[in-house]
């Protein structure tokens, strides 16, 4: 990029690093990174974001920096904040501790907290913007597109056998994919800060819904447990009880409304919903276009008869079909012997 240099470069490189360290928050704010450097391209200090509430990446950096944050260059992977929301602005902290320029990725989406660019041009502070802008983006991908769309990114994950079927037809469902989509399915689960399935299903399935071994990540917080549609729900169902005695929280939305249910949980912060069914919410959700990513477990087996994984969509002829870019194609190999194995398709 024009106008920045091979210091500013390798510290946005290090600055993402850092966004995307062991405790960086998953959800609702996004992963930012910072990096002070002195005039002669040196590192002064370090910061990184760690959560609603916890000190931004700029300020974490200033706070290591003290007085040698005067004159330096700010490298950071958003756009300064500023807006006094959980924490001060951070445009506002960066004029007051005398950097002399600023260099940003990724420009702010979010309109409460965006304008610190001009705050800082209006102070007198060099700004450049766009340094590896891509890669900051795709590092906040979904808290992105949430915040760009005003409402959470959908992920609907399925698990069928090879006819599409996710029950067979005396309803049993346990297990269509094997032990290793499992595994996958709850670690993509705990990326998500939401789940969500129709009343439908927790009656049929009286599903858990929460994070069970998720290697890669130990879970602060289990995800948002949603229910959606108008039916009762049995109060011993098994998504209203606490896990393992942790509080779990769990949510009835008494609306069949896509756009509805997922206006509130924009209003609650809810940045990624994973959509496990059933068929009805799951057509709902396709129907109205709110399906943003789609993660298929296909088993190798058939059924010939049972519940589809999808209800009627309304397509009726074959140029119709509803047919998103394949992203990721995947053989998941077993990890118990003797089992087959699952393909996963990422849409
Ligand atoms: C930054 N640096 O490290 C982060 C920023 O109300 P708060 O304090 O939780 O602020 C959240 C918003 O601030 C978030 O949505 C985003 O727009 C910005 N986050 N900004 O300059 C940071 N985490
Ligand atoms: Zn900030």
Partial sequence: MAGTSSHEHDAMRRALVLAAGPDAPLHPNPRVGCVLLAPDGRVVAEGAHRGAGTPHAEVDALSRAGAEARGATAVVTLEPCNHTGRTGPCAEALVAAGVRRVVLAQRDPNPLAAGGAATLRAAGIEVATGLLEAEARELN???????????????????????GRSAAADGTSRWVSGTASRRDTHRLRALADT???????VAVDDPLLTVRDAEDRPLARQPLRVVMGER???????VLAPVDGIASPSLHLRTRDPHEALAELAARERRHVFLEGGPTLAAAFVAAGLVDEVVAYVAPFLLGAGRSAVADLGITTITDAWRPEVLDVAVLEPVVAGEQPDVRFTL
């Fill in 141 to 163: 991908r979904v808290w992105t597109f949430a915040v760009e769309h005003g409402r959470p990114f959908v992920t609907w994950k399925l698990a069928t056998t090879i006819d």
């Fill in 195 to 201: 789940m969500l399935v129709g009343t439908g299903t």
């Fill in 232 to 238: 009762d729900l049995d109060p011993a169902a098994r």
